[in-house]
C-alpha cells in the first residue's frame, strides 16, 4: 500500500449531492451460488447542486455489474464506466427511474460489512460505508431515500426480514418463497438491513404515550431463545424513557431485533431492525454476568434511541458522526444512570474515558469530535466521537440546565426531522431555544486533545474573600499546535472544616457551575469565614485533567465528607494514584516499597462503612488498573506499573484481611439471581473482597474461592470465582476449574468467549504460549471478531502484565495476528493494532520493540485502507 497511498477526504470539500433518490426499491435473490441484487431507483437531479446534468456517480465495491438501464431501456456500455470504487454513468433527463441488476457473494465475505453470513444465517451491515457492498449507490448518508425490499429465498429461511413493515409475503412456483417489506421513512442507505435464517423469535407489546400498539420482536438461533427476556425488558424500560424523558415515541408499527454471533461491533440501529452482536443482547442468569447484564441494557436503550438521535434525524456526512453518537451515548448513559446506580455508572464511564480516550486524545490517531479528514471512515468510531463527544453534550446540558437543554432538543427533533444535518445544527438548536451564544463552546467540536486546568487558590481571612484560579491549557495534537481556550463548565463546592458545604452565593446554593473562558480566570467567594477546601468538577463536569495539589490530608478529608459521590471516588483514586507514582518511585530507585498508610488507612474505613452503596465501595477498593497508571505517566515504565500494582495489592490484601473476610461475608446471600442495581453492588463488593483474599494465596482463602465456583447459581460470581483460581491458585486448582467450566459451557458461544477472555487477560496464566494454544483451540475462530477480542484483545488490551513482556514479544505476537486478520477483515485489524500505537508513550527499550512491531506490520504486503490509515500514522 506504499505506492497506492489511500485518499484523504476533507470537510471543507463537502458538497450536497447532484442526485437524490426518492424511491428505492431492492429486490433479492439468495442463492447458494451468489445473491442477485436487483434495484430500482427513481433518481431526480438535486436542485440545491445547481444547473446541467453531471455524469450520475454511485458507490459500488466488490459487485459484479450484470445490467444497467434507464427508464426501461438498457444502457450501451459506452454510456457508462466502472470502477473498483463505483459507476459513473451519463445523463441525459433530470429524472429518471434507473434499473441495476448486480451479483454478491455474501458467503466469501468475511469482511462482515455489506451482506455476509453468521452461522448460515444472512445478515447485513452497512455503517458507514457497507450498503456499496450491496449494489451501486449514492451511499452517503444525506442522500435520503424510501425503501421497499423483497426478498427471495428457499423455504430452509423460513424468516425474511428487512425494514419498515411487512407488506406481502407468499410462495413461488419452484419452492422458495418471499417476503416485502416498506419502509414509510426515507433513511440514508447506511441504515438498510436485511436478514434471512431458520430463526426463533420472542414478541411482546409496547403501547407508546399516544396509545399506538407496538410489536417487539427478537429473533435468534433455537439454542438461544430462553436468552431474550432481559433484553426485551430493556428495550421497554428505554422505549418508556424516551418518551418521558425526551418525548420521543417511537414510528413504526413493529420493532425488531435480531442476534448474530459475527459482528463487528456491539449492535446497529437499522430502521425497525436493529442488528446485534449475540454477546450485546443474549443472557440468562446462569448464563451472563451482571456486567453484562448492563452492558445489554445499555446498548438496547442506545440503539433504540438512535430511532430519533440518527434516523430521524441523521449525519449530512460522516464528520457530523458524534451528532449522533454522542448525543445518542449521552442519552443512554442518562438511561443507564436513572435504572440504576447514577454514580456508580458516572465512575464507569469516566475510567474507561481516562484511561481510553485521554490515551487517544494523546496519541497518534488523536482527532477532534468533529474531525477534519479521515482515509477511512471507519477508524473514526471512536472513543472521541462517542464518549467525548457525549461529555460535549453532557456540558451542553451542564451550561443549560434539565429544562432548557429539554427546549433545545425539543426544537432540533422538530426542526430537523427527516433530515440530514450537522453538530453546527445541534449547537444552534440549544443556542435559539434559549437565546444563550455557545459560540466559543463550538471548540470542542473542532479542537482535539485533553484540555488541563491548573488551579491555585487563595484565601485572605481580614477580607472574607476566598478565590479559585484557573489556568487552561490544551496540548498540540497532530496538524493542531496552538489551541484557543475552551468554554468549560466546572462544577464545584467549598468544604468547610467541618466538611459541610458553604453556601456560595445571596440564595444559599451550595455547588455552582464555573464557566472557564479563558486561558486564566480567578472566580472570587465573598464572606468566607475560614478557608475552605474546594470540591473540584463534581460528577466530572467537563472531559478535562483537572490538577490542584491536594494533600494526602485533604484527599481523606474529602473521602469521609464530600457528598458528591463521584467526587469521593475520585478523592479515593487520587490518594491512590499518589501511593503508586510513590511505590513505582522505589522500584526503580531499588529502595524498599512502602505502601503509604494515608491509603491503606481510607481503604480501612471505606471497607467498614456499611452507609456506602456497596458497588461505590467496590469502585473505591480498587486500584487504578495498569493502563490508568500508564495513562497518566509521561514516560510509560511497563515494569515499575506491575511491580507497584503487585506490591499494592499484597500489601492491601495483608493489612486488610479481618475485614476484608467480614466484606466477604456480609454481602454474600442465598438470595435468587437478580440483575439489579442493589443486588449487582453486593455481587460486586463480595467478589472484590474475594479477589483481594485471595492474593495472599493462603488456601483458606482459596477454597472459600472454590466453594463458591462449585455451588454458584449465576455467572457474576461463577466468572468471578474462576477468575480468582485462575489468577491465584495452584496450577492444578486452576486447570481443573478451567477444565470442569468449559466442560460445563462448551456449548454456550458466550460463556465460551468469558472463558476465553478470562484466560487471555489473566496476568498470572495469561501467558503468551496459553494465547497460542488458545488461538489453537476448537472454539476459537480468527474470522469471528469476539472471538478475536476475547483472546488477543483480552490479551493486548487487558493483559498488561504478559503483554508488555521485556523481550517484546507481546508486540511481535500482536503484529503477526494484526497482519493476518487484515487479510479476513480490516476494521477488526485496525483496531487491535491499537496498543502498538502507543509506542511513543513508553521508556526506550519498549517503545523501540513496539515501533519494531508497527514497522513489521507496515511491511508485511498491501495493506487494507482501514490498517494503512492507522498504522502511517502512528508512525510518524
Ligand atoms: N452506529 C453503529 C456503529 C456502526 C459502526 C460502523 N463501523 C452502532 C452504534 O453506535 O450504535
Ligand atoms: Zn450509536
Known amino acids: 500500500m506504499k505506492d497506492a497511498q489511500p485518499r484523504t477526504i476533507y470537510l471543507k470539500d463537502y458538497r450536497v449531492p447532484d442526485y437524490l433518490v426518492d424511491q428505492t426499491r431492492l429486490h433479492f435473490e439468495l442463492q447458494p451460488s451468489g445473491t442477485l441484487v436487483r434495484s430500482e431507483l427513481h433518481i431526480r437531479r438535486n436542485p440545491a447542486a445547481g444547473e446541467g446534468l453531471p455524469p450520475l456517480a454511485l458507490d459500488g465495491v466488490e459487485l459484479e455489474l450484470l445490467s444497467v438501464a434507464i427508464d426501461g431501456r438498457e444502457v450501451d456500455d459506452q454510456q457508462f464506466r466502472v470502477s473498483p470504487e463505483g459507476l459513473s454513468i451519463d445523463v441525459d433527463r433530470p429524472e429518471f427511474v434507473l434499473e441495476i441488476a448486480n451479483r454478491i457473494h455474501p458467503q466469501d465475505n468475511t469482511s462482515l460489512e455489506g451482506l455476509y453470513l453468521s452461522n448460515g444465517m444472512y445478515c447485513t451491515q452497512c455503517e458507514a460505508e457497507g450498503f456499496r457492498k450491496i449494489t451501486y449507490y449514492p451511499d452517503r448518508p444525506d442522500v435520503m431515500s424510501r425503501f421497499t425490499t423483497t426478498i427471495v429465498a428457499s423455504r430452509d429461511y423460513p424468516v425474511l426480514l428487512s425494514n419498515g413493515n411487512e407488506i406481502d409475503r407468499g410462495d413461488m412456483e419452484d ?65 418508556r424513557w424516551d418518551e418521558e424523558v425526551y418525548g420521543r415515541e417511537y414510528d413504526l408499527d413493529i420493532f425488531m431485533i435480531v442476534a448474530v454471533d459475527h459482528f463487528n461491533m456491539g449492535a446497529m440501529e437499522n430502521k425497525g431492525l436493529n442488528i446485534f452482536n449475540s454477546a450485546c443482547v443474549l443472557a440468562s442468569p446462569e448464563t451472563a454476568t451482571d456486567t453484562a447484564f448492563q452492558r445489554i441494557e445499555a446498548i438496547v436503550a442506545h440503539e433504540y434511541f438512535h430511532n430519533w438521535s440518527g434516523n430521524r434525524v441523521t449525519c449530512r456526512d460522516w464528520f457530523q458522526l458524534s451528532l449522533k453518537e454522542g448525543f445518542t451515548v449521552f442519552r443512554d448513559a442518562e438511561f443507564s444512570a436513572d435504572m440504576n446506580s447514577r454514580a456508580v455508572k458516572r465512575i464507569e464511564d469516566v475510567s474507561m474515558l481516562r484511561t481510553a480516550q485521554f490515551a487517544e486524545d494523546a496519541g497518534p490517531m488523536a482527532h477532534p469530535v468533529r474531525p477534519d479528514s479521515y482515509m477511512e471512515i471507519s477508524n473514526f468510531y471512536t472513543l472521541t466521537i462517542y464518549e467525548k463527544g457525549a ?27 427527516g433530515q440530514a444535518v450537522t453538530c453546527e445544527d445541534f449547537v444552534k438548536a440549544m443556542e435559539d431555544a434559549n437565546g444563550v451564544d455557545l459560540s466559543q463552546f463550538r471548540r470542542w467540536y473542532s479542537q482535539a486533545g485533553t484540555p488541563v486546568l491548573d488551579i491555585s487558590d487563595d484565601f485572605d481571612a481580614a477580607s472574607g474573600e476566598y478565590s479559585l484560579t484557573v489556568r487552561q491549557s490544551c496540548p498540540p495534537s497532530p496538524g493542531q499546535v496552538e489551541k484557543e481556550p475552551f468554554h468549560i463548565p466546572l462544577k464545584i463546592a467549598l468544604l468547610d472544616s467541618a466538611g459541610k458545604n458553604l453556601p456560595l452565593d445571596t440564595s444559599g446554593a ?9 486561558a486564566e480566570q480567578t472566580f472570587r467567594f465573598e464572606g468566607v469565614s475560614e478557608k475552605p477546601l474546594p470540591s473540584i468538577s463534581r460528577g466530572f463536569s467537563s472531559p478535562v485533567k483537572v490538577r490542584y495539589g491536594y494533600s494526602k490530608e485533604q484527599l481523606l478529608f474529602l473521602m469521609r465528607f464530600e457528598s458528591d459521590d463521584f467526587n469521593r471516588w475520585d478523592a479515593c483514586q487520587r490518594l491512590a494514584f499518589m501511593a503508586m507514582e510513590a511505590l513505582q518511585q522505589d522500584y526503580r530507585a531499588g529502595r524498599d516499597m512502602r505502601l503509604s498508610p494515608e491509603l491503606l488507612s481510607a481503604y480501612r474505613s471505606v471497607l467498614q462503612n456499611r452507609e456506602l452503596d456497596p458497588s461505590l465501595v467496590a469502585e473505591m477498593l480498587s486500584l487504578p488498573t495498569a493502563q490508568v497508571l500508564a495513562e497518566q505517566t509521561d514516560e510509560i515504565d511497563a515494569e515499575a506499573i506491575v511491580a507497584a500494582r503487585n506490591f499494592a495489592e499484597a500489601e492491601l490484601a495483608r493489612e486488610l484481611e479481618e475485614d476484608l473476610l467480614a466484606g466477604y461475608h456480609a454481602f454474600s446471600n442465598d438470595r435468587p439471581y437478580r440483575p439489579e442495581a442493589g443486588d449487582i453492588a453486593e455481587r460486586r463488593l463480595k467478589n472484590t473482597c474475594l479477589a483481594y483474599l485471595c492474593v495472599t494465596e493462603k488456601p483458606e482463602y482459596l477454597d472459600l474461592a472454590q466453594a463458591q465456583f462449585d455451588s454458584a447459581g449465576n455467572m457474576t460470581d461463577s466468572a468471578a470465582a474462576l477468575a480468582t483460581l485462575v489468577d491465584r491458585g495452584s496450577d492444578e486448582q486452576a486447570e481443573s476449574a478451567l477444565q470442569e467450566f468449559y466442560r460445563c459451557w462448551h456449548a454456550d458461544t458466550q460463556v465460551v468467549e468469558l472463558w476465553f477472555a478470562l484466560q487471555a487477560s489473566s496476568s498470572q496464566r495469561g501467558s503468551l504460549d496459553r494465547v497460542r494454544a488458545l488461538m489453537q483451540h476448537p472454539a476459537f475462530e480468527l474470522k469471528n471478531p469476539n472471538k478475536v477480542r476475547s483472546v488477543i484483545g483480552g490479551f493486548a488490551n487487558r493483559n498488561f502484565t504478559q503483554f508488555h513482556r521485556a523481550d517484546g514479544k507481546g508486540f511481535e505476537f500482536l503484529a503477526e495476528q494484526v497482519v493476518a486478520l487484515d487479510r479476513l477483515n480490516p476494521q477488526v485489524a485496525a483496531r487491535l493494532v491499537t496498543p502498538l500505537t502507543r509506542w511513543k508513550r513508553y521508556r526506550a527499550e519498549l517503545s523501540e520493540k513496539m515501533h519494531a512491531a508497527l514497522q513489521m506490520v507496515m511491511e508485511s504486503g498491501e495493506l487494507s485502507r482501514d490498517l494503512y490509515e492507522v498504522v502511517s500514522k502512528s508512525l510518524v
Open 510 to 518: 451550595t455547588e455552582q457551575v464555573l464557566e472557564v473562558t479563558e
Open 391 to 417: 461529555e460535549v453534550v453532557r456540558m451542553i446540558h451542564t451550561l443549560l440546565g434539565e429544562e432548557a437543554f429539554r427546549r433545545g432538543s425539543d426544537l432540533y427533533f422538530e426542526r430537523h426531522d
Open 175 to 239: 419452492g422458495r418463497h418471499f417476503v416485502t417489506w416498506e419502509d414509510p421513512f426515507a433513511k440514508p442507505a447506511y441504515l438498510f438491513a436485511l436478514v434471512a435464517g431458520d430463526l426463533e423469535h420472542v414478541e411482546d407489546s409496547f403501547t407508546t404515550a399516544s396509545g399506538r400498539e407496538v410489536k417487539l420482536q427478537i429473533f435468534t438461533e433455537a439454542r438461544n431463545i430462553g436468552k431474550c427476556d432481559h433484553a426485551m425488558r430493556s428495550l421497554k424500560k428505554a422505549m
